[in-house]
Structure formats: structure tokens, C-alpha cells
């Protein structure tokens, strides 16, 4: 025996443990690298289709869910509208708020344009009058029109809430004069009563771009409509012309016959200033 | 020269007052019941048999178990009060007698009419009768939801408070 020949002999006789031991391993790195071959495989093959099927799934949404959730949607909002409009109002307001402030900026620079364009000693008068003030001559053109206008004019008795005349400077309108008449009575009375403020009596109405100044007599109340900025000194005036009428032309007569009644506040106020 | 007067509807809650208010000025009726706020106001212009025309303004004012409680200031003013109580519920009823002194005492002026409602869930032979026996004053029972005797009774009213 050749000395080569016991040495493998030797090596058999010492490394067989460790030989298959080794061999284990190879076969189980055989074993894993087969698993992992063949999900790659499996994943190469299987990945495409999810991905179409998860594409055609999103697609579908809208046909298949789309009603369900439009449904669902639909039915919360009808169950809770005040919720809904509770929450959107804020929203809404603040974005009417920046839009009419854009709006109105874009209006005034309008106007400067075109008034710079257009002569006429109207527009000459204004021209010097926003020189001397220091503003644009657009932010004046405005001002004008937001002046505040008389609109309607209500004479009302007291206690009962019926209509003894009426005057609209603008046309007689749609709205039923003998229900405002009543309501604004019901609403004068019921603030007059539930704050309990002795013999005071409600003056001023305000909703969005309209005032109701309400100037009281013993038995009757005249309620002016106004339109545009009711500043102080147009309440003033207000106030003047409506006593002025009611102290030298109403008699006792006149507020039993509400026709003649109506003749004398139209022809009164038709010829005032406001 | 233009008639107007103001009517008042008074009465316990839930006794149809909103429903006779409906039924006579829009021709209408609901089974839905919605309690009234404070006061609404609606108008009827009514052909008087002379020929004129009369608008009536009506406050249908909200309910109250006596007729103290209703808000001064509504009713004053009035050319007419009309007192509902509900025909099946005799709650609504029993101290009528009570609540138009009441009104007679502080409105001396103003005649007010008493109206028993929602005949159409009670026999109105045995309700008559039951009326009279306990003393219970009215002017005319109607049904706001049949629309019997509504029409009749406003017009009636109307005549009366423009004599």
C-alpha cells in the first residue's frame, strides 16, 4: 500500500463525520437556492396577472362600489343636512367673503379704467374729488352706489299689525305688504316683550344689505326699508323727514282711511331727498 | 276704502289650529304635526256679501294650556279671537270657561268665537251632546282635515267683524 492510500484511508477513518456533515449542508444550499429559484419563477409568472387584476379592480371601482358608496353618501347627507351645512357654511362664507373682495377689486379697477376713458363733468368731478380724498376714482364710483337708498315705506298700527300705508320709491314688488306688516309687528313685539325693556321700543332691523329703521308713535310705527351703507347721518335725515310728515300732514282722520293715508306718504316722501 | 282686521287663533297645543289656518287661507291639510313657534301670519282676502272685500290677517299664535300664557302683545289689536279645543281630547276643553272670562275680562271689545276641532274623530251628535251637558260653550265644530264647516265659519266671522 502505497503511502497516498493510507492517507486517504486515514483522512476516511477521521473526516467521515464531518464529511457528511458537509454533504448535509450542500444539499439543504441545494434545496434553498431550488425554493428561491422557483418562487422567483413563480413571482415572474404570478405578477403580471395581479398587477392586471389589481388594475381592472381600481378601474372597476367606480362601476362596482361607485354606486354603493354614492348611495351610502347620499343617504348620510340626507339623514344629517343640518350637520352638512353646519360644517360647509364657515367654508362657504369665508370663500364668498374672498371672492366678493376680489370681485369688488376688480370692479373698481374696471371702473378707473373706463372712467378714465369716458369724459363727462360727472366723471371730471369725481376724478378731483378721488384726487383730493386720495383714493381711486373705482372705490368712489362705488361708494356712490352703495348710498344708502330708501326702498319701502310701511306705516303700521301698533297693537293689531295692520298696514295703514305703504310707499316704494322702486315698484310696488311681489311681496304681500299686509303679511310684512304683520310680522315685522310680531317680531317687534315679541323682542319688546321677551327682554323686558319697560316701554322700549325695537328701532333697528338689519339682514345682509338691507336695514329697517323703525321709528315708533303712539299708535302707529313707520318702518323704512334701506338699501346700501344706513349710516348716521342718512338715520338723521330719516328720522327728520318722518317726523316732519307725521307732526304736518297726519291727522287722526288719516289713520282710519289708509287710501288717503297712503296718497300723503307718497306724495311726502316722493319729493324728500331720500 | 281698504277693510283690514286681525284674527287671532288660540288654543291648547296640538288642537289644529295651524291645520284650520291652512286648511282655510291655502286649501290644505297635513297629518303631519309640527308645533307652532311663537306666532305665523297669513292673510285671506274674504268677498264679503256686500260686495266689499276684506283682508283678514290671521295670527295663529302658538299653544298654550291657558290662555294667560299666550303673548300680551299678540293679542292686542284684535278685531277677533277664535278659541280652538280639540273635540277628542277633553284636556283641551275643560277649563274653557275659565279662559274666556279671561279673554272677555281683558279684552272687552273683541268677540271671541269658540271652535271645536277635528269632528271627524268623534260622532258629532254624542260630542253636542256631551258639550251641552258639561257646559262647554262653542260656536261651530268643524273638521280642518275634511274642510267641514271651515269655510262656512271664517266667513260667518268675516260678516260679524266688518257689521
Redesign the interface.
Known amino acids: 500500500m502505497e503511502e497516498q492510500d493510507k492517507l486517504k484511508i486515514l483522512k476516511e477513518l477521521l473526516l467521515t463525520e464531518e464529511k457528511e456533515f458537509a454533504d448535509s449542508i450542500a444539499q439543504k444550499v441545494e434545496e434553498l437556492t431550488k425554493i428561491v429559484h422557483q418562487k422567483k419563477e413563480l413571482s415572474h409568472k404570478v405578477d403580471p396577472i395581479i398587477d392586471d387584476k389589481l388594475e381592472e379592480f381600481v378601474q372597476e371601482i367606480p362601476k362596482t362600489l361607485g354606486p354603493t358608496i354614492t348611495e351610502a353618501l347620499k343617504e348620510e347627507i340626507k339623514n344629517s343636512q343640518d350637520a352638512v351645512v353646519e360644517a360647509l357654511f364657515p367654508i362657504i362664507g369665508k370663500m364668498i367673503k374672498k371672492y366678493i373682495a376680489h370681485e369688488m377689486k376688480l370692479l373698481s379697477e374696471n371702473i378707473s379704467k373706463k372712467t378714465k376713458q369716458a369724459f363727462s363733468f360727472k366723471n371730471w368731478f369725481r376724478r378731483t374729488k378721488a384726487k383730493v380724498q386720495g383714493v381711486s376714482e373705482g372705490d368712489l364710483a362705488i361708494s356712490d352706489y352703495a348710498k344708502p337708498r330708501l326702498i319701502q315705506m310701511f306705516v303700521v298700527?301698533?297693537?293689531?299689525?295692520?298696514?295703514l300705508a305703504d310707499y316704494s320709491p322702486l315698484s310696488d314688488g311681489t311681496i304681500?305688504k299686509?303679511?310684512v306688516a304683520?310680522?315685522l309687528t310680531?317680531i317687534k313685539?315679541?323682542v319688546?316683550?321677551a327682554f323686558q325693556g319697560g316701554d322700549q321700543n325695537l328701532e333697528l332691523i338689519e339682514y345682509e344689505l338691507y336695514t329697517i329703521h323703525i321709528q315708533n308713535f303712539y299708535s302707529y310705527y313707520v318702518a323704512a326699508v334701506i338699501s346700501g351703507a344706513y349710516n348716521m347721518m342718512f338715520k338723521e335725515v330719516l328720522e327728520d323727514q318722518i317726523i316732519d310728515f307725521a307732526k304736518n300732514y297726519i291727522s287722526s282722520k288719516d289713520l282710519e282711511?289708509?287710501?288717503l293715508f297712503t296718497k300723503k306718504l307718497k306724495k311726502h316722501f316722493a319729493d324728500e331727498i331720500v | 276704502?281698504?277693510l283690514?282686521?286681525?284674527v287671532v287663533l288660540l288654543g291648547h297645543f296640538g288642537v289644529g289650529k295651524t291645520s284650520l289656518f291652512r286648511r282655510f287661507i291655502d286649501n290644505e291639510f297635513s297629518q303631519e304635526y309640527k308645533v307652532t313657534l311663537?306666532?305665523q301670519?297669513?292673510?285671506k282676502i274674504v268677498q264679503l256679501p256686500d260686495g266689499r272685500e276684506l283682508?283678514m290677517?290671521i295670527?295663529d299664535a302658538e299653544g298654550h294650556s291657558n290662555s294667560e300664557d299666550t303673548?300680551?302683545?299678540?293679542l292686542?289689536?284684535?278685531?277677533a279671537f277664535i278659541y280652538v279645543f280639540d273635540l277628542a281630547r277633553e284636556e283641551t276643553y275643560i277649563n274653557i270657561n275659565k279662559d274666556l272670562e279671561y279673554l272677555k275680562e281683558n279684552y272687552t271689545k273683541v268677540p271671541a268665537k269658540v271652535l271645536g276641532n277635528k269632528l271627524d274623530l268623534v260622532n258629532e251628535k254624542e260630542i253636542s251632546a256631551h258639550l251641552k251637558t258639561n257646559n262647554i260653550p262653542f260656536d261651530c265644530l268643524t273638521s280642518a282635515k275634511t274642510n267641514k264647516n271651515v269655510q262656512d265659519f271664517f266667513s260667518d266671522l268675516a260678516e260679524e267683524i266688518t257689521k
Open positions: 298700527e301698533k297693537n293689531s299689525g295692520i298696514l304681500d299686509e303679511m304683520g310680522m310680531a313685539s315679541f319688546e316683550d282711511d289708509s287710501t | 276704502m281698504k283690514s282686521k286681525k311663537g306666532v301670519i297669513k292673510k283682508s290677517i295670527w303673548r300680551k302683545s299678540y292686542l289689536g284684535s278685531h
